[in-house]
């Protein structure tokens, strides 16, 4: 089976080392390029997406990671993670790094305007059931996105409604809301079933 890797920088990382295994992953810290080397996807974790960024340079792993994001390889990123996958950042810090792989402006801290953390339901295209119980803190959410990338969900309701808060581009996948800090794994199992098919088309 894949092994998923979780960068180990900062942020809710055992969170979602534990959410992929019981995804039926294999899940492992990445913290340097030889472990990245070792991975065929890898998720970024929600937390601090500047201090991520700045550890990421230090670590060398800023590069790696743009490269093999930009080489396809599948990869999901919860809130701040969310915020390295984006092309482009708005309210960041200036010198304030990402890893690309959606072409999209994300704008942190956009909900803390009216609350710094909250919970609404949300309702993820193509995966099945009831919506998410999605758990906002500090979030982001996406302003713009360019076409090919396929917006998966928004908020419904209050001051926020519209917003987007899930999307995905090709192998690259990004929520506003932490699944990893619910019980509902059936977003790490959707990621883990599009890592396992991306491995088969590239055999
Ligand atoms: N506000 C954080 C950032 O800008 C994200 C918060 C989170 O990941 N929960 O990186």
Not at 29 to 40: G, K
Request: proline share 6%; glycine share 12%; hydrophobic share 45%.
């Amino acid at each position: 089976s894949s092994a998923v890797g979780v960068l180990a920088l900062q942020g809710d990382v055992r969170e979602h080392l534990a959410a992929l295994a019981e995804a039926g992953a294999v899940a492992r810290p990445v913290r340097r390029p030889e472990e990245l080397e070792q991975v065929d996807a890898l998720v970024i974790p929600g937390g601090e997406s500047t201090t991520i960024s700045k550890l990421a340079e230090t670590f060398d792993l800023l590069d790696p990671i743009r490269k093999r994001v930009g080489a396809g390889m599948p990869v999901y990123g919860s809130c701040a993670g969310m915020i390295m996958l984006a092309t482009e950042v708005l309210d960041g810090r200036p010198d304030q790094q990402s890893f690309g792989g959606i072409e999209m402006t994300v704008r942190r801290n956009a909900f803390g305007r009216q609350v710094d953390s909250f919970e609404a339901p949300v309702e993820i295209t193509g995966i099945p059931g009831p919506s998410f119980h999605a758990v906002f803190i500090r979030a982001p959410w996406v302003e713009r996105v360019a076409d090919g990338v396929e917006v998966l969900g928004r908020v419904t309701d209050g001051p926020a409604a519209g917003r987007i808060v899930a999307v995905r581009q090709g192998n690259a996948v990004a929520t506003a809301f932490h699944p990893e800090l619910t019980g509902d794994r059936r977003l790490h199992q959707w990621f883990v079933d599009l890592v396992g098919r991306a491995g088969e088309s590239a055999r």
